[in-house]
């Protein structure tokens, strides 16, 4: 009887030894999102424990002893320091070319005005040129909002140039008005500025057309 219970004795604990064996092969691991790597858990008392060293290592950090307290400083993982930069959209954005359009509309009327005075030998009305150049100027600004583009800033910065140069335009006639009573109709046709506002107007209008920048010597 009493090596019946010796041998029971035994093999529980044999028992017992297989099952311990059999959960410390059960380890668990923390792993941290956007960072390589895993650690093992320690569960005791019903909590989970990492070494701290180790979550310093697995979170890329330096741990530093001072007084009576660890500092841990986190750095960047891995895949946080390898994100690349979308490349920038090509071609106009809807946005450009919907506040271009309204622009280029503007500056046209701006000098259909002066145009229209000049061969008919009227006065050219001050404040209605003011108006017209606040207009043009305001519609400018929303340009200068909408760029998301490489070719839209290349596009506003032809924009830009018909505005200061049809701003030229208006500000000689009304001193040229101003001066004398009579500007012979056709002083506009031989007009290099004006040529030259007339004919960015046109490159603009291509480019709008094709909704991607190309450069033009008008323009300039």
């Known amino acids: 009887m009493k090596m019946k219970y010796i041998a029971l ?51 890329h950090g330096t741990l530093l002893f001072k007084g009576n307290r660890f500092i841990l400083t986190l750095h960047s993982s891995p895949e946080e320091t390898s994100v690349v930069e979308p490349p920038a959209r090509q071609g106009f954005s809807r946005e450009f070319l919907q506040s271009e359009i309204k622009e ?17 030998n009227s006065p050219l009305a ?18 200068s909002a909408s760029l998301t583009t490489d070719d839209d800033r290349s596009g506003f910065a032809l924009l830009a140039t018909e505005f200061s140069n049809m701003q030229k335009l208006s500000d000689r006639y009304l001193a040229m008005r101003k001066q004398v009573a009579f500007i012979s109709p056709d002083s506009l046709d031989s007009d290099s500025l004006n040529q030259q506002i007339l004919n960015c107007a046109h490159g603009l209008a291509a480019m709008a057309a094709n909704h991607s920048f190309q450069d033009d010597p008008a323009c300039h």
């Open 9 to 59: 004795t035994v093999t529980m604990a044999a028992l017992l030894m297989v099952s311990l064996i059999g959960y410390t092969q059960q380890e668990t691991t923390l792993a941290i999102a956007g960072h390589n790597g895993q650690q093992s858990l320690l569960h005791l008392n019903g909590r989970w424990y990492v070494d701290i060293d180790s979550l310093a290592h697995l979170m």
């Open 104 to 120: 280029l509309s503007a500056i046209r009327e701006w000098r259909i005005t002066i145009i229209s005075a000049v061969q008919n």
């Open 126 to 143: 001050e404040e209605w040129l003011f108006a017209q150049r606040r207009l043009a100027n305001k519609n400018l600004a929303y340009v």
